[in-house]
């Protein structure tokens, strides 16, 4: 199952950018053979100033058809990290090619686009820099593969 990251707005180089490379390479190194991956990032970003809906559009643009769609949103669904597992393991299995991931702009993720997702979960109950939920996902997403494969690097 192909992943995608699909966020608003650009990480540019620094550490937030080394620490997305470096979880996507380790995701790219575990979950190939476990059939997750690889990992593609879509960045997208309203230059008109559009809001909310014109960001829906461009994320809508980016996901590709048929893809599970897992939005991130404080508003989500709060998950263990084997649940989160267990949920790619379920797409995976049953058949779906892809899953996106989206993060939305500094406003959030469009309600109308939000309502199409298969998925919205919550990476806590704080609020999170942008770059920050890139990171986190990531290793979220190696973390996922590790889980199904069986290795120690989560300790329950």
């Known amino acids: 199952m ?3 990251l699909c966020a608003v707005g650009r990480v540019r180089s620094g550490p937030e950018r080394d620490l997305v490379d470096d979880y996507l390479k380790r995701l790219d ?6 059939g997750l991956g690889p990992v593609t990032e879509h960045e997208v970003e309203d230059k008109r100033g559009g809001g909310m809906s014109a960001e829906g559009l461009l994320l809508t643009r980016a996901v590709p058809d048929g893809a599970a769609l897992c939005v991130l949103d404080e508003r989500g669904k709060t998950l263990s990290s084997p649940e989160f ?10 058949g779906r090619q892809d ?3 989206v993060i939305g702009g500094a406003d959030g993720v469009d309600p ?3 309502a199409r997702a ?6 806590g109950r704080m609020v999170w820099p942008h770059m920050l939920v890139r990171v986190m996902l990531a290793e ?5 593969a590790t889980i199904l494969g069986g290795s120690p690097y989560h300790r329950m």
């Not at 949920?87 to 049953?94: F, I, K, P």
């Not at 979220?140 to 996922?144: F, G, T, V």
């Open 2 to 4: 192909r992943l995608h």
């Open 29 to 34: 190194r575990t979950g190939r053979p476990l």
């Open 85 to 94: 597992a267990q949920v790619l393991a379920m797409w995976r299995d049953g």
């Open 99 to 101: 899953a996106a991931f």
């Open 112 to 114: 109308a686009f939000r």
């Open 118 to 123: 298969d998925l919205v979960i919550s990476l």
């Open 140 to 144: 979220q997403l190696y973390r996922a």
